[in-house]
């Protein structure tokens, strides 16, 4: 395998931090894993790997966040300092409002956070066929993601799951809203029975389960900038995701509040 590769003129070294199993975990919940964490001194796991085209590559057992918080303190250890962070390939869109709490994109803001260069890139189906548009948007994106550095900013690439010769072309697109028909389905005991499902309350009833469905509504209204509508219609979206959720036209408004204890 080789271990360096030239890129605009540039060497690169890959090296690669990946989860022991596929999961995704919002950004919205990682506080709560944390805390989780604190109280419970869960520990992550970390086992030396082999991975294609890299020159080293670790699995961890915590979150996609937890590769790349752990891996720039694991890389850092070692005197290494990494140029720029890739999160993906996801499996799945992260569009609109969705990105608030994907595992992907999360992974790319605690990068950014820790003032790296970082691109979240997905190909917007769960069980994915093509990703060739994905990669060669994301190595065509390097130089300028480089000069990203210490903005705080990710990168959000997102691809229809399409060949790349079918793909209409690239557009930079505004995160839109998105909207599920969406529904909850109480399992049945049989199922529940094939998950092993163990859990108990103190009078040994076993808790009920649900399993979330849905899929997203088809919305007229969207704008001709949406991401959401623009991978509908079978371009590839690249967006720019920055995380100051401060509303200040509602700051201004409770200034005027009379507020006390």
Known sequence: VEENYILFGKTLTII????????????????ISKIYKFLYK????????????????????????????????????????PDIIYTGINHGANLGTDTMYSGTVSAAAEGAFAGFPAVAVSVCDHFPSYFEGACHLAVNLFEDALKLKGEKVVLSINT??????????????????????????????????????TDENDNGETSMLYQYSGSPAYQEDQEED???RLISEGYATVSMVKYDLNDYEGLEKIKTWEIGL
């Open 42 to 81: 869960i520990e992550d796991k970390v086992t030396k790997t082999d991975f294609p085209k890299a020159k080293e590559a670790y699995q961890l057992s915590g979150t996609p966040a937890d590769c790349v918080k752990l891996g720039i303190d694991i890389l850092r250890r070692k005197g290494l300092c």
């Open 226 to 228: 949406i991401d959401i």
């Open 16 to 31: 690669v931090f990946l989860l022991f199993l596929y999961f995704v975990i919002g950004y919205l919940l990682l506080s």
């Open 160 to 197: 229809p799951n399409i060949p790349a010769c079918d793909i209409k072309g690239v557009r930079v697109a505004r995160l839109g809203s998105m909207i599920y028909d969406e529904w909850f389905e109480s399992l049945e005991p049989e199922k529940v029975a094939e998950m092993d499902w």
